[in-house]
């Protein structure tokens, strides 16, 4: 049996040499770079509102507001990002390197819009379309999670050199 060198090992490469290339030249790399903390910002006001509201009744307005601001740039970067693998990778979207972050982003992506149907045909309660903000938030984090592990990986794999890339 052999033995694996555990300090020799290399990182799962990320990106080949052309796709950081056309990564680092596209235009979708810098708007992905300012959707994405811009969605974090609407992200956690919504959530102090609409945590507010469960909490004491008031500003229901504002937090559904809020929520949809928030579904919409979530929807603006899916759109985005899709281009941006496409640019990147060659296809719109589930690219090999993405393919996780992609499917959880279909379900964060799938609560948000239920909120909206949800609210649109006011089939649920105040207090339950808040609950689900909440469950499509949560949702989100363990996606934008995803995307920051992944970004590290990508930042060690500059850093290794295009040896690794």
Do not use: C
Not at 30 to 35: A, P, S, Y
Not at 129 to 135: H, Y
Request: cysteine-free; glycine content about 4%.
């Amino acid at each position: 049996m052999q033995k694996q060198n555990w300090e020799t090992r290399q990182p799962p490469q990320l990106y080949t040499s052309e796709q950081k290339k056309r990564r680092d030249e596209s235009i979708w790399t810098l708007i992905q770079g300012v959707l994405a903390p811009t969605q974090f910002i609407a992200f956690a006001i919504s959530t102090v509102l609409v945590i507010w509201y469960l909490w004491t009744g008031d500003g229901y307005g504002l937090a559904t507001i809020s929520v949809l601001v928030k579904t919409t740039l979530l929807l603006t970067i899916m759109v985005t990002g899709a281009i941006w693998e496409k640019v990147v990778f060659g296809q719109y979207l589930l690219a090999p390197a993405f393919f996780w972050e992609d499917i959880v982003s279909f379900f964060v992506i799938f609560l948000h819009l239920a909120y909206v149907a949800f609210l649109w045909a006011n089939y649920l309660s105040e207090q339950s379309l808040m609950i689900l903000a909440l469950v499509a938030y949560f949702a989100y984090v363990v996606n934008a999670g995803q995307f920051l592990l992944k970004f590290k990986a990508a930042k060690t794999q500059s850093n290794l050199g295009d040896s690794y890339a």
